[in-house]
């Protein structure tokens, strides 16, 4: 079996570390990635150390059959111990440490990878497009085509989208990371404006703020809703909220969203606390006062009300086998209605960069301002209107590229997969996969992370991507190989 990865970010990692600890005769492995990022992605890059992952240890394996594989690899690191997070007793690392961890794991797989008898090559450039498809053959933007027997697209999400035509303008920052880069030369006594208010917004700020900047920072959002707070985790023995139930409600054919509910109701009642209590509090977050919400989430970081860490246990946990299973209604609800919330549960801002943020919204450093409608750039700088008007001196995008959507850098094969019938976008957005093998149209393709629409609603959730991937690597090694090819050189233009 001669396999083709399109990708190597964390989709990719999960992969291989799969197909590495996978029964099945060995063959041929090449991943393609274009970028400088190698097995780290946009989000993982070396980076300033305020830039922390948004989850504890415990929810950031890349490995599905171990959950404390991350756990153990920061065990032997003792310098992991710098960034414990008081709010929630356990060290929450940088993203760079984290993307140390990737690089490790990914080279670990190869090795055992090889000596196992397979073939795995990694080849720095981009894939372009297909020259043939039986046996696929896919070209590089350097005009080399590599016969494979199935290809993964492990793509990611790409770069963020310049929403206001600022590109070009001095003083505006479209692609943050790594923010080592981007805000070394920002003037301390700038005026700072930050498109957006979630995650992205946050590391900005926490890095300014370790960068000693002293200017105003101003926070721009359509609606002004911030990151959920992370709670400090407690035991969880879960009775209804269980992969087992959920494997059960799939199995019934389309599930409604209404039964899910009634599992997170019946766990509640267990517990002997009460779901509308709780659920008042999901549904008012677009409505109250974000600093206000804010300061009450800190307080609740030690809650011993467990709702909201079930909730976001079964969003990573069930999530992947409750939503390929849920209908097309409720699953273009759940993403247009309440993208945003369930995103903030599944990866809520840790204490540490909490306490920041509501220390710089009381001293004023920071605001937060509703309803932007639209930026523009002059000779004097930025014109910022919403509900008021503002100026700035620096224009930083935190808006993370739109999820279920083609990388810029992968637009040109995405589009020959579609023009061919190779592909086909699914109604949510992403492309249509067959829920097991994650198998597009043409059977020889497969989709894994960002572009996997109907598999999964967090695309980023790493224990999701690792199971995911486990089960697509348990697919691809029970079929049997092919005969072997030589890589042959195509005209850039063929």
Known sequence: MRIGIIGAGMAAVGLLDALAGADGAPGTITVFEGSAALWRGRAYQRDVPAVRVNAPPALMSARASDRGHFQDWLARRPDAVRFLDPGLGQPIVPRAMYGEYLEQSARASIDRL???????????????????????????????????????????????????????????????????????????????????????????TAALTENGHRGPITLLSRSGILPFVQQRPRPLSPRHLTPAAALDLAAGGAVEF?????????????????????????????????????????????????????LTMAIRTMGPILWPALTDADRMRLRTDHYRTISSLSSPMVPHNAEILLRLLDSGQVRLRTGLTAIAADDTGFTLTGESTGTADIVINAVNPPAYVTPQDTET??????????????????????????????????????????????????????????????????????????????PVNS
């Not at 043939?132 to 790409?158: A, K, M, N």
């Not at 505006?172 to 498109?195: C, G, K, N």
Request: overall charge negative.
């Open 114 to 204: 090889r000596h196992d008898g397979w073939r795995v090559d990694v080849v720095n450039d981009r894939v372009t497009g297909v020259a043939q498809q039986q046996p696929v053959v896919l070209r590089t933007e350097g005009g080399v085509g590599y016969p494979v027997d199935r290809v993964v697209l492990c793509v990611g999400s790409g770069r963020p989208r310049d929403q206001y035509g600022l590109t070009g303008a001095p003083g505006y920052v479209d692609e943050p990371y790594p923010l080592a880069r981007t805000l070394t030369e920002v003037d301390p006594e700038a005026r700072v404006a930050v498109i957006g208010s979630g995650l992205t917004a946050v590391d900005i």
């Open 258 to 310: 209404t039964a899910v509910v009634a599992l997170l109701r019946a766990e509640l009642a267990g517990l002997g606390e009460d779901f509308d209590e709780f659920a008042a509090e999901i549904r008012a977050t677009g409505a109250e006062d974000p600093v206000l919400r804010l300061r009450r989430q800190l307080a609740d970081v030690d809650s011993t009300l467990l709702g909201r860490r079930l």
């Open 413 to 490: 094969l995405m589009t020959h997969l579609l023009d061919s019938g190779t592909a086909q976008v699914a109604p949510t957005g992403g492309l249509r996969a067959e829920p097991r093998t994650r198998a597009l149209r043409a059977g020889t393709w497969h989709v894994l992370g960002n572009l996997a629409a109907d598999s999964m609603f967090i695309a980023t959730n790493p224990p999701g991507l690792a199971a995911e991937a486990a089960q697509l690597a348990e697919h691809l090694t029970k079929e049997s190989g092919l005969p072997e090819f030589r890589h042959e050189t195509l």
